[in-house]
């Protein structure tokens, strides 16, 4: 490092048409030694849970734990959290990843983490042309999070509860405690402080993300103001349809995951251990296949370990990862497992259910002056030095909208939910970062970033709320190492398509309103070969479109789907225990019978809180909240 008592004269002095004589290196090296700091200092590891892995090495894990958290990612950071607050329970959560880079706690740039180690990157099934096609090898790009805080440390930290008409369609159709009424004070449980610096306790720091896209979300919302679309405060009970300003879960401009404000906050505990990099890779049952006593994991990618099972395992591996490892251990479709010689402890619809609220990508551009060169080192040095500016926001996707598509229904729920992203003109490094996260093919991605040499663009995303496609996941082969087979399902049903379709119809009233025309805001025209046969805009046109830009959102679930005891389509029951398995408990998106209205994270949350709650009652009628 430079210092004052040894300027590098010979190496700057030599860069510069006049020599100085010592204090403008002075200068530049304390500033030079403030930026390396502060970027020393957007993640360090007091952040996050101290690893056991060396004294698992070093002693090994012969001992029972009462608890065994497969996956520290929203749910199993909870279930940690609250379960280990009973001193006399030992908890150990098995994470297949490490702690999670600093490029996760910026929240502006979290499609960065993508295609890296910190991330699992699955792909969709071909599924014959009917969507996907803008992507490469015309699959869609499922990543989920492999880190502390899983998927959401990856994730775009809005915080979206849902509506009454989703948890009292779970309670109807026999997941029986899961209403809206029932999972409500889970919710709030979830949001409220509790715990001193003493005795900490885990829950949900909730703000609202910096607002630094003022001229953009003005532009948004006189347009759905004038379709008489509400801006309300909230989407609570009552408030389901309109534009709000969405809260995440985000706190100093960094990101709270639970991995974070409910895992490492408590992590010290002495009846806590967590261990990462650790993949499990198979749940040992016992003959009659009614309890899981070990779970097997290999460390670092290269040492087999295993642990016993005192109480319960909790598989909180996501809706991708859990139905995965229970098909690698036996439970799941005899006719996946079967010819891959995995043994059937237990015949399940595990992986049948798969749900994700498919999307479709259209992109607005604006005439925009040229780029300021100084705005981003100016917003680079804001949160570097103050965690502010606009790269602690997520540009204008913190404002949603949820609409109907029959705007005369008389229900007060939405069918479409809009999703509002933000790529001002020049900037290169955001379109790239988001292009190459969903794989965007290389034609398409040429033709935006030359229309980002002249216009601010504005990708906005349309998402089916309520889909009624089902889509399928199952094992590859009886290898961990495998990625499973998944098939999206998406608009499967025609009805689905048409909703989509509903929402694209209100991307062109908007476009027609006198905000928009003002700002000439507008549709662009992406060359496709195949769609350019149809008049630009025609339903014909769109149907095609959206062949090619259909995506996720990144909200699967489903696919290990809960019901009654008699619902044979469920693997789980309302206690989210596994059918047949007295002490294995699936807590994640994967139990949702049906995916909820908008983002999953709350929901994943909240799930998990009850959860807690259910194993407590179960296991310690002291310890009941």
């Known amino acids: 490092m430079w210092s004052a008592a040894s300027p590098p004269t010979a190496g700057c002095?030599?860069?510069?048409?006049?020599?100085?004589?010592?204090?403008?290196?002075?200068?530049?090296?304390?500033?030079?030694?403030?930026?390396l700091s502060a970027q020393c200092n957007i993640s360090t590891k007091a952040l996050w849970p101290e690893d056991y892995a060396e004294q698992a090495l070093k002693n090994g894990l012969n001992e029972f734990y009462d608890f065994v958290i497969i996956g520290a990612g929203t749910a199993g950071s909870v279930m940690a959290s609250r379960l280990s607050e009973n001193p006399q329970w030992k908890v150990l959560v098995l994470e297949a990843g490490g702690d999670p880079p600093p490029e996760s706690e910026i929240p502006e740039i979290s499609f960065a983490?993508?295609?890296?180690?910190?991330a699992y990157s699955y792909f969709t099934e071909p599924d014959g042309g009917c969507t996907c096609r803008a992507f490469e090898n015309d699959r869609c790009h499922w990543p989920r999070g492999k880190t502390i805080g899983g998927s959401g440390a990856i994730n775009g930290m809005l915080y979206v509860r849902g509506t009454r008409q989703d948890y009292d369609l779970w309670c109807k159709e026999?997941?029986?405690?899961?209403?809206?009424?029932d999972v409500w004070p889970y919710f709030q449980k979830a949001v409220t402080a509790q715990g001193n610096s003493t005795h900490p306790r885990g829950y949900v720091t909730l703000n609202h993300f910096?607002?630094?896209?003022?001229?953009?979300?003005?532009?948004?919302?006189?347009?759905?103001?004038?379709?008489?679309?509400?801006?309300?405060?909230?989407f609570v009970d009552g408030s389901y349809v309109g534009y709000a300003f969405v809260r995440g879960t985000v706190e100093n401009g960094k990101r709270s995951s639970t991995g974070k404000s409910y895992l490492a906050k408590v992590a010290k505990r002495p009846n806590l251990r967590v261990i990462k990099n650790a993949q499990v890779t198979k749940l040992n049952l016992d003959s009659q296949g009614r309890k899981v006593n070990s779970v097997q994991f290999v460390l670092r990618n290269k040492t087999q370990l295993s642990v016993n099972v005192g109480?319960?395992?909790?598989?909180?591996?996501?809706?991708?990862?859990?139905?995965?490892?229970?098909?690698?251990?036996?439970?799941?479709?005899?006719?996946?497992?079967?010819?891959?010689?995995?043994p059937v402890i237990h015949d399940l619809p595990v992986g049948k259910n798969l749900q994700d609220h498919v999307l479709a990508l259209l992109f607005?551009?604006?005439?925009?002056?040229?780029?300021?060169?100084?705005?981003?080192?100016?917003?680079?040095?804001?949160?570097?030095?103050?965690?502010?500016?606009?790269?602690?926001?997520?540009?204008?996707?913190?404002?949603?909208?949820?609409?109907?598509?029959?705007?005369?229904?008389?229900?007060?729920?939405?069918?479409l939910e809009i999703h509002h992203n933000l790529l001002r003109r020049g900037n290169r490094n955001g379109m790239l970062t988001l292009l190459n996260g969903l794989t965007v093919k290389k034609e398409f991605q040429a033709y935006l970033l030359k229309e980002l040499e002249s216009h601010t663009i504005v990708p906005k995303l349309v998402l089916q709320s309520h889909p009624k496609s089902r889509g399928n996941l199952k094992v590859r082969t009886s290898s961990y190492k495998d990625p499973p087979i998944i098939e999206s399902g998406y608009l499967k049903e025609p009805a689905d398509l048409e909703i989509l379709t509903a929402g694209i119809n209100y991307m062109m009233e908007l476009e027609n309103t006198h905000a928009y025309r003002s700002r000439q805001m507008e549709i662009?025209?992406?060359?496709?070969?195949?769609?350019?046969?149809?008049?630009?805009?025609?339903?014909?046109?769109?149907?095609?479109?959206?062949?090619?830009?259909?995506?996720?959102?990144?909200?699967?679930?489903?696919?290990v789907?809960?019901?009654?005891?008699?619902?044979?389509?469920?693997?789980v029951d309302p206690d989210l225990l596994v059918k047949g398995v007295d002490n294995l408990r699936v807590v994640d998106a994967s139990i949702m019978p049906y995916v909820t209205t908008g983002n999953t994270n709350a929901p994943t949350i909240m799930i998990a809180e009850k959860a807690a709650d259910m194993v407590k009652v179960k296991w310690d009628s002291r310890h009941r909240t």
Not at 217 to 233: C, H, M, N, R, T
């Open 561 to 571: 789907k809960m019901g009654s005891l008699e619902d044979g389509s469920a693997c």
């Open 364 to 415: 607005f551009r604006i005439p925009a002056s040229p780029p300021n060169s100084q705005d981003a080192i100016t917003s680079i040095f804001q949160y570097l030095t103050t965690n502010d500016g606009p790269l602690s926001g997520v540009g204008a996707a913190h404002m949603i909208g949820f609409i109907k598509a029959d705007p005369l229904s008389s229900s007060p729920y939405p069918d």
């Open 113 to 118: 983490m993508q295609h890296t180690q910190h």
């Open 210 to 234: 910096g607002r630094f896209t003022e001229d953009i979300i003005s532009v948004v919302l006189q347009g759905a103001q004038e379709l008489k679309q509400p801006l309300v405060d909230d």
């Open 174 to 181: 026999g997941s029986h405690g899961w209403c809206y009424d």
């Open 13 to 35: 002095s030599a860069q510069c048409p006049i020599s100085n004589v010592g204090a403008v290196n002075t200068l530049v090296s304390a500033l030079v030694e403030t930026i």
């Open 311 to 342: 109480r319960e395992v909790i598989l909180s591996a996501g809706a991708i990862d859990s139905p995965k490892l229970l098909q690698l251990s036996g439970v799941g479709p005899l006719e996946v497992l079967r010819p891959l010689k995995i």
């Open 524 to 559: 662009m025209h992406i060359p496709i070969k195949e769609c350019d046969k149809y008049r630009f805009k025609s339903p014909e046109y769109w149907y095609c479109y959206v062949k090619y830009f259909s995506t996720t959102c990144y909200h699967q679930a489903g696919s």
